[in-house]
Structure formats: C-alpha cells, structure tokens
C-alpha cells in the first residue's frame, strides 16, 4: 500500500540549533513531495515541494528538505530554529495526480 | 494574496441531519480537493474534482458525500445524513498545476 510515514511524533529542538523533521514513504513511480505547516487553528500551509531536478529544495521562512530517492526519504531541514517555527508539520505525497496522501504529523517545539 | 476561504468556520448539527460546507477556491484554479482532519490525527484525502467531474476519491467518501461546483466559483462538500465519527476539520484545497495545493482555513464540524 501506499503509504507516508513520519516516525517521530515530536520534534523538541532549542532556539537557534538546526532541525530536522523525518520523512520516509513508499509509493510506486516518481511522485511529487511536499511539505505543509499547521499552526493552531488554521489550514495547511505549504513550505516546499520536490518534483524533479536538484534533491534540495528550498522553501518558505529559510526550510528545505532533502529528497533521497534511495532512502525514498524527505527530510524537512532548518539550519537555525525559531521559537515561531513551533507547529505541526505535514509530510505529503501526490500520487496519480489526483490524490495526495499526507502523514500523520509531527509536532516540533522550540524551546527559546 | 489570494486565498482559499470557507464558510462556516464551525457548524454544529444534530446526527442525520443534512450538512453543506461551503468553498470558494482561488479564481484561476481548475483543481480542487476536499479532506477532513479528525481531532490530533492525520489529514485525510476525501476527494478531488477536475473539470467539473470527480477525479480521484477515498474510501471514505461514500453514498452520504457528494461534491459541487455550481456556479463557477463555489465548491460545495454535501453530507446527506451525518453520523458522530463525521465530526472533523473539513479542508477545501485548490491547485492552478494539480500539484501543490492551497488550503482554506477550514470548517469545524461538530455532529452531536
């Protein structure tokens, strides 16, 4: 089946040290990846997205993520947090065009 | 910046009742996307509709669901008859590409 998976439930990373939020899935062909932030009562927002080319994406508010294809992994990275970076992030898959699939979340706090 | 938006924000029914949540997509967007996100769990794919058809959907959209675009610029999620577990955070999401996706702020939908 195909599938998102994000292992860590929460992430807890001091103010100004780098993060890395986890990101594996299992799907058949090529599919496009993406990286969407909740904040408390609100929609998803989107960060980044890998569809093809250079495996580094860059994104919103200084994230990227890093898409292995060996690995089939796509970390979410930030080089230096900030306390307002604390929200709930979202792993997603789109598969067959139509449909995305989205992991179950992980939490990050920063701690200032 | 345009944005997606959705009325109500929350909507309260008795079970069985009849419910409409209401989407107004960005204006040059052709895909759109329903998903629902039960309380601290994961966002769920419910359907996508392109051209003015359904294109993909989940298992849990079933018979009591139904999806319209009836003026060009709403997009409107139907529940025929609400149970308890329809309780959720319902997303509208549109796309220009069919990739990344524009989230509303979404519609708490509490069945009692």
């Known amino acids: 089946a195909q599938s998102v998976a994000q292992p860590e439930d929460q992430v807890n990373v001091a103010e100004g040290n780098p993060l890395t939020v986890k990101c594996t899935y299992s799907v058949s062909g090529n599919p496009y990846l993406f990286w969407y932030v909740q904040y408390p009562n609100r929609g998803l927002q989107f960060l980044l997205k890998y569809i093809t080319g250079d495996n580094l994406v860059k994104g919103s508010y200084g994230f990227e993520a890093e898409f292995n294809k060996s690995q089939t992994s796509f970390h979410l990275k930030k080089p230096s947090a900030l306390v307002s970076d604390s929200a709930l992030y979202f792993c997603?898959?789109?598969?067959?065009?139509?449909?995305?699939?989205f992991g179950a979340g992980t939490r990050l706090f920063v701690k200032a | 910046e345009p944005e997606v938006t959705q009325t109500p924000s929350h909507q309260v029914t008795q079970m069985g009742q009849e419910v409409i949540l209401r989407c107004v997509p960005i204006s040059n967007h052709l895909y759109f996307y329903w998903y629902r996100q039960i309380l601290g769990q994961k966002v769920e794919f419910l359907v996508s509709?392109?051209?003015?058809?359904?294109?993909?959907k989940s298992e849990i959209f079933d018979d009591q669901f139904s999806v319209e675009r009836p003026d060009g610029s709403n997009f409107t999620l139907k529940i025929r008859s609400t149970k308890l577990e329809d309780s959720a955070m319902y997303f509208c999401?549109?796309?220009?590409?069919?990739?990344?996706?524009?989230f509303g702020p979404g519609t708490r939908l509490t069945v009692l």
């Open positions: 997603a898959v789109n598969i067959g065009g139509f449909k995305t699939i």
């Open positions: 509709f392109y051209n003015n058809e359904i294109s993909e």
């Open positions: 999401a549109s796309s220009d590409s069919g990739d990344e996706q524009f």
